[in-house]
């Protein structure tokens, strides 16, 4: 079984940087995972940010960036903002198979 | 605007069954292709099922497999999940969502397996 794992936790100061990352039980993640990211507040819908490793949709503040860093999927926040306090989630696909990580909670402090 | 919205959900026991619906609307729902995913109360996100623009292919998470089907209408813009043969672990809120870049979600629909 293929599982994809994120830090569980992070905390960053406002106006700081974070880089969360998305690791495969499989091996290195490369561009062919089609890493993507989401943010997710309580009590509401996952917003996509990130797709195919470091496309941005039209709504993605342009402080979130995607890359591949050491052989995982990396999401960096530059100049984090008090609103960026969310669950995070990559998402990898493996061919017919979609895997979410298991989610990095960013407290904002 | 683009607006995904599901339903169908509610409380059904252990073997039931339960359909749920994603109704499209804002966008040309024909050219995208759809999937279901899932989150348990208080747990992440966990993808169900794939269906492609045309229905000719599909996906499944073996978690799935042989119980829920995925379906679509494109003259009526909804997505479907047929979910047969309910356990309760598969409680959670199912969210449609758009794409290959899962670019726009729904709200979400509770279903809730319990005796």
């Known amino acids: 079984q293929t599982v994809v794992t994120q830090e569980p936790s992070l905390t960053v100061s406002p106006g700081g940087t974070v880089t969360l990352t998305c690791a495969s039980s499989t091996g290195a993640v490369t561009s062919g995972y089609y890493p993507n990211w989401f943010q997710q507040k309580p009590g509401q819908a996952p917003r996509a940010l990130i797709y195919s490793t470091s496309n941005k949709h039209s709504w993605t503040p342009a402080r979130f960036s995607g890359s591949l860093l050491g052989g995982k999927a990396a999401l960096t926040l530059s100049g984090v903002q008090p609103e960026d306090e969310a669950e995070y989630y990559c998402l990898l696909y493996y061919g017919g198979a979609v895997v979410f990580g298991g989610g990095t909670k960013l407290t904002v402090l | 605007e683009v607006q995904l919205v599901e339903s169908g959900g509610g409380l059904v026991q252990p073997g039931g069954s339960l359909r749920l619906s994603c109704a499209a609307s804002g966008f040309t729902f024909s050219s995208y292709s759809m999937n279901w995913v899932r989150q348990a109360p208080g747990k992440g996100l966990e993808w169900v099922s794939y269906i492609s623009s045309s229905s000719s292919t599909i996906y499944y998470a073996d978690s799935v497999k042989g119980r829920f089907t995925i379906s679509r209408d494109n003259a009526k813009n909804s997505l479907y999940l047929q979910m047969n043969s309910l356990r309760a672990e598969d409680t959670a809120v199912y969210y449609c969502?758009?794409?290959?870049?899962?670019?726009?979600w729904g709200q979400g629909t509770l279903v809730t397996v319990s005796s």
């Open positions: 969502a758009r794409g290959g870049s899962y670019s726009r």
